[in-house]
């Protein structure tokens, strides 16, 4: 198993169980991009590392881009990729504006390579 910051700059597929305009289960908010998991890993909540998709502006289930920054939640342990068409980058504050729907129940920091 990769550490976490090992993931960035790789290319890596994310399996979407969110799409992008659906409701959180739980919680009832509308995803405003897709969100998803890396199979085959384990998050520090015991759950497969989850990761925002950025630069993707339709529903999809599937997706293979490359990972750009992570967001290293300070006051949980269920950090996140950001996950981008190759040759695509955003700016922190760009990342913090396309996650604030989700992560703005959370303290985090921008982790770049």
């Known amino acids: ?18 799409e992008l305009g659906t409701k959180h289960p739980k919680h009832g908010f ?3 991009l897709n969100y998803g998991y890396i199979p085959n890993t ?10 925002y998709v950025v ?4 529903p999809t289930l599937e997706f293979t ?3 750009i920054a992570i967001i290293h939640r300070t006051n949980d342990d269920d950090d996140k990729l950001v996950v981008a068409p190759k040759g695509i980058n955003y700016t ?3 990342i913090i504006a396309l996650t604030e729907f989700q992560e703005k129940w959370f303290e985090s ?5």
Request: include cysteine; charge should be negative.
């Open 30 to 32: 509308i995803y405003t």
């Open 1 to 18: 198993m990769l550490k976490i910051k090992e993931y960035l700059g790789k290319e890596i597929t994310v399996k979407i169980d969110r």
């Open 42 to 51: 384990i998050s520090g909540d015991g759950e497969e590392l989850d990761a």
């Open 92 to 94: 922190d504050d760009q």
């Open 109 to 113: 920091i921008i982790i770049r390579k």
């Open 55 to 58: 630069g993707i502006f339709q």
């Open 65 to 67: 881009g490359e990972c």
